[in-house]
């Protein structure tokens, strides 16, 4: 038999229970074809036993509360009395809710810092002093109305408020282990610095994003910028055609056409990766670093002879130009034809000049890879720059020619 919603369920002695109404789908099936409603109905429902625990602790937070209204009404009437007579009546019983309010900001305090005791003690020693700076107020006031007493019991009433928030806020105060609660401080820090490094770059971003709405000043200062770093790369790598940037690594000795691999007269420089391939050249002996970092005319240096006796051969480069100008070997006295004999990279101008000479048409992919050839595979240490400067020079060089064609 089905139970209606008249009949209680089974329950056990002792057990609250309440009806009420709940609403239960009903299907009904005709042919084969359902159709479902919802019905509303009445049920007994089991009811929790009474916290007795929390409904005590609701009814002393009310308690303190209205406590606490009655203690600042009276401080603030004690102090304004007190202060009416040099300040406006308004005012001063506007300041006088000041003392109350202290002690019970630092109580919030010292309950949302309970975890850190060094924290908390130094919140529950303010409010303290906010009390007592409160209560001397009160019986002050009462000394000057000649009701001391009076003034002494009005003062009890902020000491009876923060005594009973003390006691509340203390059920939710629990003594943590030394390495719990340095486990929670360590986390704390953790989590707060993410958050103050995240409001610091959120702050910067913001400010940058407005230096650009405000004006074409923001715009200005990163060119200027921008075209600084640009004249101080292009100074380090063309200004003797052989001084390179000071993290730029030397030249393979692959690029040497007549003798061995030329050191760099600035002392050893690191490895550098693998240039392109050069064409094959015979085994010979390096050659001896000249006495001059930069000689003006340097002299001939007698290369090796290889392992089949061939005859020896001199290469006199020719001396080295300021800016873009190019390093071009001199005709041996056997009347070969001149090559190239760089003493140090190539600078940028110089190999773009080359490489337009062999090839004009050139892109600019092809380019980049010929003028990084010639140079040994020396980029500056960045890429992109590298790329953007052979773009830019390439152009520089295409103008030069329209206007003096």
């Known amino acids: ?34 159709s479902t409603r919802m019905v509303t109905t009445e049920e007994w429902v089991a009811l929790p036993p009474r916290d007795w625990d929390e409904i005590i602790r609701r009814g002393a937070t009310g308690v ?82 000649n009701q ?33 609660a340095h486990w929670v401080a360590e986390q704390e820090q953790h989590m707060a610095g ?30 200027i910028l921008a075209q600084a770093a640009n004249q101080v790369q292009l100074t380090a790598a063309d200004t003797s055609g052989q001084a390179a940037p000071v993290s730029a ?5 692959a690029q040497a056409t007549v003798s061995g691999p030329v050191p760099d007269p600035s002392g050893p420089a690191p490895s550098t990766p693998t240039p392109p391939p050069a064409p094959p050249t015979p085994p010979t002996a390096p050659v001896p670093p000249p006495a001059s970092p930069a000689p003006t005319t340097p002299p001939a240096t007698p290369a ?5 006796g061939s005859s020896e051969q001199q290469a006199e480069p020719e001396p080295k130009h300021d800016g873009d100008q190019e390093q071009v070997g001199e005709q041996d006295k056997t009347g070969a034809p001149p090559n190239l004999q760089p ?29 990084l050839m010639l140079r040994g595979g020396n980029d ?9 400067t052979v773009g830019r020079t390439r152009r520089r060089q295409e103008a030069k020619e329209r206007r003096t064609a």
């Open 194 to 223: 993410r958050f103050l490094l995240g409001t610091r770059l959120a702050r910067l971003n913001r400010r940058a994003v407005q230096m650009r709405a405000s004006g074409p000043e923001f715009q200005a200062a990163e060119a």
């Open 304 to 308: 090796g002879t290889g392992a089949s």
């Open 380 to 388: 500056g240490g960045d890429r992109a720059k590298f790329t953007d």
């Open 148 to 180: 001391l007493p009076a003034g002494v019991v009005g003062s009890c009433l902020d000491l009876a408020a923060k005594g009973l928030w003390w006691l509340i806020m203390g059920l939710d105060r629990v003594q943590l282990n030394a390495g719990v």
């Open 64 to 145: 303190a509360v209205v406590v606490t209204l009655l203690a600042a009404a009276g401080t603030t009437a004690s102090v304004g009395g007190l202060l009416g007579r040099m300040l406006h009546p308004g005012v001063a019983y506007a300041v006088g809710a000041v003392f109350t309010s202290s002690w019970l900001v630092c109580l919030g305090i010292e309950h949302i810092e309970r975890v850190d005791v060094d924290r908390a003690a130094r919140a529950r020693t303010a409010g303290w002093v906010m009390l007592l700076i409160g209560m001397g107020a009160v019986i002050t006031y009462g000394h000057e109305m």
């Open 249 to 253: 690594p030397a030249p393979a000795a």
């Open 1 to 34: 038999m089905t139970e209606t919603p008249q009949t209680p369920p089974t329950w056990q002695p002792g057990m609250r229970r309440k009806r009420v109404r709940v609403e239960r789908p009903e299907t009904t099936v005709i042919d084969g074809r359902p």
């Open 343 to 371: 003493v140090g990279p190539l600078s940028i101008a110089a190999a773009v000049r080359q490489a337009r000479a062999e090839d004009p048409d050139q892109t600019d992919a092809q380019m980049v890879a010929r003028v």
